[in-house]
């Protein structure tokens, strides 16, 4: 019942920005840990960045830092993912992900994360 919704992605030239959204619904995760995942046809699912239930805890890939950030308004049970300087290599499917209610521990394993939205295609052209 519970569901993930993510959008914001799109199509945009390298160097520019995009801020993705993942809204919540039906059953909420109270106190859980979330996270943003992409992939690539042909690849693996990578981490991307995960956020705890307050906010004051957050791990990025390498390949993102300083570039990227992760936040969340609990009270509208949404996390994003504001994504800045854009490279063609940051073109994926970019999936958003929530661990069990109360799991609140950062994790950059898939197998981790309970529940996951359909993704949104983040386009980077040059």
């Known amino acids: 019942q519970v569901q993930l919704v993510e959008s914001g992605g799109g199509v945009v030239k390298a160097g520019g920005s995009l801020r993705l959204s993942c809204a919540a619904s039906?059953?909420?995760?109270?106190?859980?840990?979330m996270a943003w995942f992409r992939q690539v046809p042909g690849r693996d699912r990578e981490f991307v960045a995960t956020?705890?239930?307050?906010?004051?805890?957050?791990d990025y890939a390498d390949s993102v830092k300083g570039r990227f950030t992760i936040s969340r308004d609990n009270k509208k049970n949404t996390i994003y993912l504001q994504m800045n300087v854009l490279e063609e290599q940051d073109a994926a499917v970019y999936y958003c992900?929530?661990?069990?209610?109360?799991?609140?521990?950062?994790?950059?394993?898939?197998?981790?994360?309970?529940?996951w939205g359909q993704g949104t295609q983040v386009t980077v052209s040059s």
């Open positions: 956020i705890n239930w307050r906010a004051d805890n957050t």
């Open positions: 992900a929530a661990r069990a209610v109360g799991f609140s521990r950062l994790s950059r394993k898939m197998d981790d994360y309970e529940s």
């Open positions: 039906g059953r909420t995760f109270s106190l859980s840990a």
